[in-house]
């Protein structure tokens, strides 16, 4: 899809939700008014107000994606959202509760009733409900176990064993197996009475006798050749696997590098037990990306945009608070050099750009490690040639940018010593924050930890106090 495209399925999502928007507030609007009139038949009129304008949205709503809905869901405020919720039609609500924002799916959840919710789940396949239920309640949960047959139950304990990140999470039970031993002609057959294939199927899964896996037959090998052919003859081989507990991760990563569409998962015994598919792994990539972005800014998990004041601030003030006490150290910093601001004024004007450098280029180091870790790219000796390259780029920077202000700081306040030590300050906490910004992530990573959550935090609390600390430190031994 071009970005043109991409940019119109924006606009016209923007379109429809301030369509909504503006059916919201009229109806809001004319409600009102006719709640506060005193008139013969009053609740028959409210009535038939109420529902002229929620039919004109529930037309609007009915023609949607479900992902459209679920966008504008995620956009409304508690109020309205609830409001349009209601209007949805309840065959929908499975479809759309496993496209919203988990924060959003809350709020969702908890106006429903059990039966609303059993409803809503006994629409969706096995792996969605897997998806799904860890926001059920248990009562709903067990409901829906003892309704769903042996098989499916079994699938959907199984799905639910995985961890969170693994493949066997991600996988879903919807696909076409095939024996190795059969003619393409039967294959054939056996597809027209399927009538229908599973979404994202580009591939069919071969199986001997045994039921352990054997390779793959993709669609296009099994229209362009004879139909007398045997699979075994026609098949590859050498296709693309996955194991249940692998990482998702690592799974997304094989998805991009080989362009795949779908995938089978087998178990160390070889046995097929599910499959993957490039709308699953595209979801998993969109929320591990959403997830480092939150992370890197300290917040704990996602939001929802109209949260109430009191769940936004439980999940902002575990960094507020490390941020509070790193500013805290940094102004000790500058108040022990409170004699050498005092004397050179310039000092205060200048210092915080020294500080601000730092952090931005600890935070671009940062950056390309947590990157580096996600994708599996540093190992061994690399981790050293990685270092001292970052090392080098700073140095350079340093030397370039830091002569700049230099040049700047001589020319303002005429005072070439001055320039001299804001260069070396400038080049001394960029390499500062090219060690921070390699060690920080690397460690995270080493104890286990995600390198990302709250990584840009603690490179600028370093770089501003060792900025401060650097530059009135060397002001202080060269200018008084």
């Known amino acids: 899809m071009s970005e043109i495209e991409k940019t119109k399925i924006q606009e016209s999502l923007q379109e429809i939700l301030q369509q909504v928007i503006e059916l919201l507030s009229r109806h809001q609007l004319v409600e009102g008014l006719v709640h506060k009139q005193d008139m013969p038949r009053h609740d028959l009129v409210e009535t038939l107000?109420?529902?002229?304008?929620?039919?004109?949205?529930?037309?609007?709503?009915?023609?949607?994606?479900?992902?459209?809905?679920?966008?504008?869901?995620?956009?409304?405020?508690?109020?309205?959202?609830?409001?349009?919720?209601?209007?949805?039609?309840?065959?929908?609500?499975?479809?759309?509760?496993?496209?919203?924002?988990?924060?959003?799916?809350?709020?969702?959840?908890?106006?429903?009733d059990s039966e609303e919710l059993l409803a809503a789940a006994e629409q969706l396949d096995t792996d969605e409900i897997a998806d799904l239920a860890p926001d059920l309640p248990h009562d709903v949960m067990q409901e829906l176990l003892e309704s769903l047959d042996s098989q499916n139950r079994a699938r959907l304990q199984s799905a639910m064993s995985y961890p969170e990140d693994t493949v066997g999470s991600l996988m879903d039970f919807d696909m076409v197996s095939i024996r190795d031993d059969i003619s393409l002609?039967?294959?054939?057959?056996?597809?027209?009475?399927?009538?229908?294939?599973?979404?994202?199927?580009?591939?069919?899964?071969?199986?001997?006798r045994n039921d352990n896996f054997r390779g793959v037959l993709s669609l296009k090998r099994l229209l362009v050749h004879d139909?007398?052919?045997?699979?075994?003859?026609?098949?590859?081989?050498?296709?693309?696997?996955?194991?249940?507990?692998?990482?998702?991760?690592?799974?997304?990563?094989?998805?991009?590098?080989?362009?795949?569409?779908?995938?089978?998962?087998?178990?160390?015994?070889?046995?097929?037990?599910?499959?993957?598919?490039?709308?699953?792994?595209?979801?998993?990539?969109?929320?591990?990306?959403?997830?480092?972005?939150?992370?890197?800014?300290?917040?704990?998990?996602?939001?929802?945009?109209?949260?109430?004041?009191?769940?936004?601030?439980?999940?902002?003030?575990?960094?507020?608070?490390?941020n509070l006490v790193?500013?805290?150290?940094?102004?000790?910093?500058?108040?022990?050099?409170?004699?050498?601001?005092?004397?050179?004024?310039?000092?205060?004007?200048?210092?915080?750009?020294?500080?601000?450098?730092?952090?931005?280029?600890g935070n671009q180091t940062t950056t390309m490690i947590v990157r580096a870790l996600a994708l599996g790219q540093i190992r061994g000796s690399g981790i050293r040639k990685l270092f001292l390259k970052e090392l080098g780029v700073s140095l350079v920077n340093g030397l370039i940018w830091g002569g700049i202000i230099g040049l700047v700081a001589w020319f303002i306040y005429r005072n070439a010593a001055l320039g001299v030590?804001?260069?070396?300050?400038?080049?001394?906490?960029?390499?500062?924050?090219?060690?921070?910004?390699?060690?920080?992530?690397?460690?995270?990573?080493?104890?286990?930890?995600?390198?990302?959550?709250?990584?840009?935090?603690?490179?600028?609390?370093?770089?501003?106090?060792?900025?401060?600390?650097?530059?009135?430190?060397?002001?202080?031994?060269?200018?008084?």
Request: hydrophobic content about 50%; overall charge negative; aromatic content about 6%.
């Open 421 to 480: 030590v804001m260069t070396g300050a400038m080049m001394l906490n960029l390499l500062l924050a090219a060690l921070m910004g390699v060690l920080i992530p690397m460690l995270m990573h080493k104890l286990g930890r995600d390198p990302a959550v709250g990584s840009s935090v603690m490179i600028t609390a370093v770089t501003d106090s060792g900025g401060f600390f650097i530059f009135l430190g060397l002001a202080t031994l060269f200018l008084l």
């Open 49 to 112: 107000v109420h529902k002229q304008h929620l039919a004109e949205l529930q037309k609007k709503l009915d023609e949607l994606h479900s992902a459209d809905i679920a966008y504008i869901l995620e956009a409304l405020p508690l109020e309205q959202r609830l409001l349009v919720w209601d209007l949805v039609k309840v065959e929908r609500d499975g479809d759309i509760l496993l496209e919203v924002s988990d924060a959003v799916r809350e709020s969702l959840i908890a106006s429903m």
């Open 227 to 322: 139909p007398e052919a045997s699979v075994a003859a026609v098949m590859a081989e050498d296709a693309v696997t996955f194991h249940p507990d692998s990482e998702a991760g690592e799974a997304a990563s094989a998805f991009e590098r080989y362009d795949l569409v779908s995938a089978p998962v087998v178990d160390r015994n070889n046995k097929l037990v599910g499959r993957l598919t490039v709308d699953v792994v595209m979801d998993f990539i969109r929320e591990e990306t959403d997830s480092e972005m939150l992370s890197m800014a300290g917040l704990r998990e996602e939001e929802d945009l109209f949260a109430t004041v009191w769940k936004s601030i439980q999940n902002r003030w575990t960094w507020l608070a490390l």
């Open 185 to 208: 002609e039967v294959v054939l057959r056996y597809l027209r009475r399927l009538g229908e294939l599973p979404g994202h199927t580009d591939k069919l899964f071969v199986v001997d």
């Open 326 to 361: 790193t500013a805290f150290i940094a102004s000790r910093v500058i108040g022990v050099f409170e004699g050498s601001i005092e004397k050179i004024v310039a000092l205060a004007a200048l210092m915080p750009i020294v500080a601000g450098i730092g952090g931005n280029s």
